[in-house]
């Protein structure tokens, strides 16, 4: 029997200022090759962007509702279309997946309970919504929308990219975005339902806090224990 690999906790690094999309891209890039080859250590790396809209592999054209609004990337991450943009926590997870369990749903998932434990920190109740990737919550004070399904928010995305059973790419999580921005597209292709961020929830959050609560939970999420041989 042999034991399971035992990786240091990740590198944390929370970038200054706004981030050009393509520089991040590159640098994600570069940082998983070098993991793979076993020549640098995993990276939680924590940006904003400036106003920009991404199309995942799965992004239906007709979901640009506004083409020439803002800068529009191909993104080779998983996914549809997504705003960021200031005031929006991305966080991109260069880690060895080949040393946490092979299995790229069961990541994924790691991946929403991080939020979900995250936006617990604040006492916002995150939930999953099958078929439907990313976190959600509820929005009770609302009447149901036209299809008579209960109304509730978008809060957090997640789309990620795997080379060499490294992901890089991530989730985006809403703090204090110009809601309004992401008129410009059908969110991760679902119209029934819309976005929301903690300000809009009504929580006086900044970007600070949540960045202590993700790296409060990351241990609690990605324990040492669920790591296994590749």
């Known amino acids: 029997m042999t034991d399971a690999p035992t990786l240091s906790r990740p590198e944390w690094r929370i970038a200054p200022g706004l981030t050009d999309y393509d520089d991040a891209v590159a640098f994600m890039e ?21 106003p920009l809209y991404t199309a995942g592999t799965s992004a239906n054209p007709d979901d640009l509702i506004a083409p020439d609004r803002f800068p529009v990337y191909a993104s080779k991450r998983g996914g549809q279309y997504t705003y960021h943009g200031p005031g929006q926590r991305v966080v991109y997870v260069m880690l060895d997946v080949g040393k946490r369990g092979r299995d790229v749903r069961a990541f994924v998932k790691t991946l929403e309970d991080w939020v979900i434990a995250a936006l617990a920190e604040f006492n916002v109740k995150g939930e999953i919504r099958p078929g439907r990737v990313g976190v959600w919550v509820s929005r009770p004070e609302r009447p149901p929308g036209p299809d008579g399904m209960p109304a509730e928010d978008k809060i957090a995305a997640i789309g990620v990219r795997l080379r060499r059973w490294v992901s890089f790419h991530g989730l985006s999580i809403n703090v204090d975005p110009e809601l309004e921005h992401f008129s410009g597209i059908v969110p991760c292709g679902i119209r029934q339902h819309g976005v929301t961020s903690l300000v809009d929830l009504g929580l006086p959050v900044t970007m600070a806090d949540l960045d202590l609560a993700l790296e409060r939970c990351f241990g609690e999420v990605f324990a040492p224990a669920e790591m296994q041989g590749g």
């Open 30 to 50: 570069a940082r998983a090759e070098a993991i793979a080859r076993g020549e640098a250590g995993e990276l939680i790396w924590l940006v904003e962007h400036p």
